[in-house]
């Protein structure tokens, strides 16, 4: 690690040796034998990167980055570093971060979610990247810079809807109880449709993924947002809150789902043959990517006393049983 000047000098002399190592092997072995020059110019490069990721952190390149990045994603877990990230952990990631995003800007502009968000919500919520980072996997990420339609407050939008996404997942990842976050959304439709487009991105209980953190200039007062496994039972537990009905979970086989009546079976259960459920439009996808598999629901249904429950349960939460187990990704949006 760079301390002084001198050291920074002395660091510049070793990049500048590695630039010349380099060009050697361009010219005196490429031409004669490819491969062997993509091995021998592995070892430089990677001296190359350290070098320089050591002066950027001197120069408080990071720190400057971070006042400038409208959001940083930072993603640490084993076999999880950049250069040679996994690309299903980099894309599922950033695809669950635009599809929440968008989920909850189509709520803003709606007050429901639909099938197809309209063309322009997708193009407002189409983050741009940016940056990439050594050491653990971390993306910057840009809101994009078009002209787009003012909500109040002089915001657009997509500023709005990043606004309020990161005010909950800040929440999720903080000591504050549900009332603190009730107080950020009241209505209780809206709050779980957040905190379903939050989901996808908090690391699961057994997955590849060991924390995810959130910074950039976009975050709520300036600090870094840190998602981890057990943010996951805070969230269930705040979805939860968001009806006044009872509340129970089921385990089961998902089968015969209809798309267009939002509705499937949940078979093979412990308590009973089989469970008529309903689900609104945030868990369509997870929905779907769940058929003939073993899953873990949790919902709402009025049940009379001494009568056999045929009254559909109405799904917050749906979670896959075998992500538990392994490592698939996460079905956004939930």
Same mark, same amino acid.
């Given at each position: 690690?760079?301390?002084?000047?001198?050291?920074?000098?002395?660091?510049?002399?070793?990049?500048?040796?590695?630039?010349?190592?380099?060009?050697?092997?361009?010219?005196?072995?490429?031409?004669?034998?490819?491969?062997?020059?993509?091995?021998?110019?592995?070892?430089?490069?990677?001296?190359?990167?350290?070098?320089?990721?050591?002066?950027?952190?001197?120069?408080?390149?990071?720190?400057?980055?971070?006042?400038?990045?409208?959001?940083?994603?930072?993603?640490? @877990?084993?076999?999880?570093?950049?250069?040679?990230?996994?690309?299903?952990?980099?894309?599922?990631?950033?695809?669950?971060?635009?599809?929440?995003?968008?989920?909850?800007?189509?709520?803003?502009?709606? @007050?429901?979610?639909?099938?197809?968000?309209?063309?322009?919500?997708?193009?407002?919520?189409?983050?741009?990247?940016?940056?990439?980072?050594?050491?653990?996997?971390?993306?910057?990420?840009?809101?994009?810079?078009?002209?787009?339609?003012?909500?109040?407050?002089? =915001?657009?939008?997509?500023?709005?809807?990043?606004?309020?996404?990161?005010?909950?997942?800040?929440?999720?990842?903080?000591?504050?109880?549900?009332?603190?976050?009730?107080?950020?959304?009241?209505?209780?439709?809206?709050? =779980?449709?957040?905190?379903?487009?939050?989901?996808?991105?908090?690391?699961?209980?057994?997955?590849?993924?060991?924390?995810?953190?959130?910074?950039?200039?976009?975050?709520?007062?300036?600090?870094?947002?840190?998602?981890?496994?057990?943010? +996951?039972?805070?969230?269930?537990?705040?979805?939860? +809150?968001?009806?006044?009905?009872?509340?129970?979970?089921?385990?089961?086989?998902?089968?015969?789902?209809?798309?267009?009546?939002?509705?499937?079976?949940?078979?093979?259960?412990?308590?009973?043959?089989?469970?008529?459920?309903?689900?609104?439009?945030?868990?369509?996808?997870?929905?779907?990517?769940?058929?003939?598999?073993?899953?873990?629901?949790?919902?709402?249904?009025?049940?009379?006393?001494?009568?056999?429950?045929?009254?559909?349960?109405?799904?917050? =939460?749906?979670?896959?049983?075998?992500?538990?187990?392994?490592?698939?990704?996460?079905?956004?949006?939930?």
């Amino acid at each position: 690690m760079i301390t002084n000047d001198a050291q920074l000098h002395h660091v510049f002399e070793q990049i500048e040796r590695m630039h010349r190592v380099l060009a050697d092997l361009r010219s005196d072995v490429r031409p004669k034998d490819p491969k062997m020059y993509a091995l021998m110019v592995e070892g430089p490069l990677e001296e190359m990167r350290r070098l320089q990721a050591e002066v950027d952190d001197y120069a408080g390149i990071s720190i400057a980055e971070d006042h400038e990045v409208d959001l940083w994603v930072r993603i640490r @877990g084993v076999g999880i570093s950049w250069p040679e990230a996994p690309t299903s952990v980099f894309s599922e990631i950033i695809d669950a971060l635009r599809k929440g995003i968008q989920a909850v800007a189509e709520h803003i502009a709606t @007050g429901r979610l639909t099938t197809r968000p309209t063309s322009e919500i997708k193009e407002a919520c189409d983050l741009n990247l940016i940056a990439l980072r050594p050491g653990s996997l971390r993306v910057g990420m840009r809101l994009p810079i078009e002209v787009q339609p003012k909500l109040g407050e002089d =915001r657009s939008l997509v500023q709005r809807s990043v606004s309020e996404y990161l005010q909950v997942a800040a929440w999720s990842a903080s000591l504050e109880d549900e009332g603190a976050l009730e107080r950020i959304i009241d209505n209780p439709l809206k709050r =779980r449709i957040v905190l379903n487009a939050l989901k996808p991105i908090v690391p699961r209980p057994r997955g590849r993924i060991d924390e995810l953190e959130i910074s950039g200039k976009s975050v709520p007062f300036g600090r870094p947002i840190l998602l981890l496994r057990e943010t +996951r039972k805070k969230i269930n537990n705040a979805i939860d +809150r968001t009806t006044a009905e009872k509340i129970e979970t089921a385990v089961g086989d998902l089968r015969e789902i209809d798309l267009d009546a939002m509705t499937f079976i949940l078979r093979n259960v412990d308590t009973s043959n089989e469970i008529r459920c309903s689900f609104e439009e945030d868990l369509r996808v997870l929905a779907k990517k769940a058929l003939d598999r073993r899953v873990i629901v949790t919902g709402s249904r009025k049940i009379e006393e001494g009568r056999v429950p045929y009254v559909k349960m109405r799904v917050m =939460r749906l979670e896959i049983l075998d992500d538990h187990e392994q490592n698939p990704t996460d079905g956004s949006s939930e």
